[in-house]
């Protein structure tokens, strides 16, 4: 088993930052990539970053593209999202997931392990 547990969340207004944490333990696999979601209420989840074991390889959503930035930490067992510019739209719960394999992917459905989500509120 897998454990993901997110920090980070917060109150902040239009145009703030938040940088989101993302601890991993438990049985992780050192290849799989690690993803960031969001889901605002009466939405689906939504893909919001991807970053590969290494930290090598990252792909963004169109939405968040040159405001997030998605990174491993040095024990690789710590991803961040660092949000720029935020919005009221980037209000939502955000979760941490590890992915079942070694490709960047989007989907949520190709996500074995989640965490329990932390909450973002943009005030504008």
């Known amino acids: 088993q897998v454990q993901l547990v997110e920090s980070g969340g917060g109150l902040v207004q239009a145009g703030g930052s938040l940088r989101l944490s993302c601890a991993a333990s438990g049985r992780t696999f050192s290849s799989h990539v690690m993803g960031w979601f969001r889901q605002a209420p009466g939405k689906e989840r939504e893909f919001v970053a991807v970053i590969t074991w290494s930290g090598g390889s990252t792909y963004y959503a169109d939405s968040v593209k040159g405001r997030f930035t998605i990174s491993r930490g040095n024990a690789k067992n710590t991803v961040y999202l660092q949000m720029y510019s935020l919005k009221p739209e980037d209000t939502a719960v955000y979760y941490c997931?590890?992915?079942?394999?070694?490709?960047?992917?989007?989907?949520?459905?190709?996500?074995?392990?989640w965490g329990q989500g932390t909450q973002v509120t943009v005030s504008s």
């Open positions: 997931a590890q992915a079942y394999g070694s490709v960047l992917v989007t989907s949520p459905y190709n996500y074995e392990y």
